[in-house]
T-cell receptor, first 113, second 109 residues
Framework: TAGITQAPTSQILAAGRSMTLRCTQD?????MYWYRQDLGLGLRLIHY???????GKGEVPDGYSVSRANTDDFPLTLASAVPSQTSVYFC????????????FGQGTRLTVV | GQNIDQPTEMTATEGAIVQINCTYQ??????LFWYQQHAGEAPTFLSY??LDGLEEKGRFSSFLSRSKGYSYLLLKELQMKDSASYLC??????????WGAGTKLIIKP
């Protein structure tokens, strides 16, 4: 089973360019999330979606946008990349419910130069 | 503000026992999670606590005290493959996960 898949695995991006990080899950989970992980910091939530058609802002949403046109896909777009967006990005999903844990994609390592 | 505290790094010996502590201050509490993350990989779920007490799952156990804002992850019979970072996360009153920075566990032979 595929689970949750992210693409690309890694990318070097020139500052000022735009880029979309892709995330697809085949578990029919309602909730999806985008996190960034930086050395010495915990995972920080960028945007989330509790169900298809809805999205919400997390802790660090500035410079990022998302859409949730269907249950399976949750792309993250950087409109004009800046070096501070250099990070490892994780997409995650979870079924809704009190005891449900999040399942993570393998991550996208993004370097903005 | 919301805060999750864990030690940055711990070292233990193969075959021994190690306890990783996590303290939290969050706006509300709807459960605490422990995840394991090997270097360069995604976090994977280990355990979940919502009531006070100990949850045991094989070599791993997790304890919660809500009144103290405290949890620990106990790893027994340590193996070299347990070398990883261990992440503590609390779900707050908005059902959002607040993450600690993680504890890097180094296992020595």
């Amino acid at each position: 089973t595929a689970g949750i898949t992210q693409a690309p695995t890694s990318q070097i991006l020139a500052a000022g360019r735009s880029m979309t990080l892709r995330c697809t899950q085949d578990m029919r989970h309602n909730a999806m999330y985008w996190y960034r992980q930086d050395l010495g910091l915990g995972l920080r939530l960028i945007h989330y979606s509790n169900t298809a058609g809805t999205t919400g802002k997390g802790e660090v949403p500035d410079g990022y946008s998302v859409s949730r046109a269907n249950t399976d896909d949750f792309p993250l777009t950087l409109a004009s990349a800046v070096p501070s967006q250099t990070s490892v990005y994780f997409c995650a999903s979870s079924p809704q419910g009190d005891r449900t844990e999040a399942f993570f994609g393998q991550g996208t390592r993004l370097t903005v130069v | 503000g919301q805060n999750i505290d864990q030690p940055t790094e711990m070292t233990a010996t193969e075959g021994a026992i190690v306890q990783i502590n996590c303290t939290y201050q969050t706006s509300g509490f709807n459960g605490l999670f422990w995840y394991q993350q090997h270097a360069g990989e995604a976090p994977t779920f280990l355990s979940y606590n919502v009531l006070d007490g100990l949850e045991e799952k094989g070599r791993f156990s997790s304890f919660l005290s809500r009144s103290k804002g405290y949890s620990y992850l106990l790893l027994k019979e340590l193996q070299m493959k347990d070398s990883a970072s261990y992440l503590c996360a609390v779900r707050d009153s908005n059902y959002q996960l607040i993450w600690g920075a993680g504890t890097k566990l180094i296992i020595k032979p």
